[in-house]
């Protein structure tokens, strides 16, 4: 007798774990589907922006301020900033119904050279998998002045893989970055150029990219010079799905005025924003190649 009890009571054990791990299997599978369908169906497409070299999560205010200026509806601000210890710092918000925020991301490591660029890609790396994390998108843009398209090209050839399947970058705009750093020549390739050329494979086919450069006297932008900026196309163009080159110049067409500059801003609007403004005159229209 007790010898049946003992069975009964396993057996009812048996039943009843059974019985809790297919809830739980289904619990588990109905988060799962809904998290998937959160993000499969979310409408928010950030666009993404890194300063260049010793600049800060500050660099794009004035950017910023000057897309928002008259609009109804107004682009979020987030700005976030990575510590040496990869511990991130959040400041600003994201305005709800705002399916557009600007996010602003800066380094406690801002320094130049190549090697900190590939510190500030892993970086970014960390930034981006918990905003991901965080505000569930499923695709996004991207903006990097000088150095912060560098750092996007470092991130898209070495880390962007991993997010291919649920996320993806529609557009990127690097301004004025100098994809072979101070060289005149082409003939003289830097190390950094020669990687990006040779991870060119690694680089989203389905991209749209413009590379915007600005010229103070047809040769540089007072820092950077024309033919570096023009590199890019021996890193993008095949690569990636649209490769455009636009110059401008005139006023604010200076390395470190390019953020704030008029046409630029034009461009933006035109070219990365969904919505989008209808252009002020220009009296020094961009050329596109």
Do not use: C
């Not at 990575?82 to 994201?94: A, M, P, S, V």
């Not at 996004?140 to 991993?162: C, M, P, R, W």
């Amino acid at each position: 007798m007790k010898r049946t009890v003992k069975i009964w009571l396993w057996s009812l054990l048996a039943v009843l774990l059974s019985v809790g791990l297919i809830v739980a299997s289904l619990e588990w599978s109905h988060q799962n589907v809904s998290e998937l369908t959160r993000h499969h169906n979310s409408q928010l497409s950030p666009v993404i922006m890194i300063p260049g070299s010793s600049a800060t999560e500050n660099r794009f205010d004035g950017l910023v301020s000057e897309i928002n200026h008259n609009r109804t509806n107004p682009h979020s601000l987030l700005k976030v900033k990575i510590t040496n210890d990869d511990k991130l710092h959040f400041t600003g918000r994201l305005r709800p119904g705002d399916n557009e925020p600007f996010i602003v991301v800066g380094f406690q490591n801002n320094k130049d050279g190549y090697s900190n660029i590939k510190q500030q890609a892993r970086q970014f790396n960390v930034i981006f998998h918990t905003l991901v994390s965080r505000l569930n998108f499923n695709n996004f843009k991207a903006i990097g002045h000088s150095n912060g398209g560098l750092i996007y090209t470092v991130f898209l050839e070495n880390y962007f893989d991993q997010y291919s399947n649920d996320v993806w970058m529609t557009k990127l705009m690097t301004i004025g970055s100098p994809f072979n750093f101070n060289e005149r020549s082409i003939d003289n390739k830097t190390q950094m150029l020669s990687d990006f050329i040779k991870n060119r494979n690694k680089l989203p086919n389905n991209l749209s990219v413009y590379s915007v450069a600005g010229t103070k006297n047809y040769t540089s932008d007072g820092l950077v010079p024309l033919v570096s900026v023009a590199a890019g196309r021996y890193v993008f163009q095949g690569a990636v799905r649209h490769f455009t080159t636009i110059t401008v110049s005139g006023s604010n067409a200076q390395h470190s005025d390019l953020p704030e500059n008029k046409q630029i801003v034009d461009l933006i609007n035109r070219y990365i924003l969904h919505s989008t403004r209808v252009p002020r005159a220009r009296q020094n229209e961009p050329r596109l190649h």
